[in-house]
């Protein structure tokens, strides 16, 4: 439910990928990191204020936390740089009590 909501908020050739247990990357296409801030904060926010329905009688309030990350130059083929900087906002988001969306200092991209 939560990768359709994700998905469905999205421009339809970016894919939310199932990462680890409850985490998830997008992977955003031509975004600078400023936009990508605001990408996270607006799936945050859309998180946060509507609840999944999951049936008659349960309503699954959920929030996010969000690290944001930009590709650089001198960063692996693979993107492991990458994947690293954004987890470590996660947890830098998930530290500072969650429901967040933490990015690094602005850095020059790709």
């Given at each position: 439910?939560?990768?359709?909501?994700?998905?469905?908020?999205?421009?339809?050739?970016?894919?939310?990928?199932r990462y680890g247990?409850?985490?998830?990357?997008?992977?955003?296409?031509?975004?600078?990191?400023?936009?990508?801030?605001?990408?996270?904060?607006?799936?945050?926010?859309?998180?946060?204020?509507?609840?999944?329905?999951?049936?008659?009688?349960?309503?699954?309030?959920?929030?996010?936390?969000?690290?944001?990350?930009?590709?650089?130059?001198?960063?692996?083929?693979?993107?492991?740089?990458?994947?690293?900087?954004?987890?470590s906002n996660l947890?830098?988001?998930?530290?500072?009590?969650?429901?967040?969306?933490?990015?690094?200092?602005?850095?020059?991209?790709?």
């Amino acid at each position: 439910m939560v990768a359709e909501r994700l998905r469905h908020n999205m421009r339809f050739y970016e894919t939310p990928f199932r990462y680890g247990g409850e985490e998830f990357v997008i992977l955003l296409k031509n975004t600078g990191l400023m936009e990508a801030e605001r990408v996270g904060e607006r799936l945050r926010q859309l998180m946060d204020t509507n609840p999944f329905v999951i049936d008659a009688d349960l309503d699954l309030s959920l929030t996010v936390s969000v690290g944001v990350a930009a590709l650089k130059r001198q960063d692996d083929d693979v993107g492991m740089a990458l994947l690293g900087r954004a987890d470590s906002n996660l947890l830098k988001a998930k530290a500072a009590g969650r429901n967040r969306v933490v990015v690094s200092s602005i850095e020059p991209s790709v």
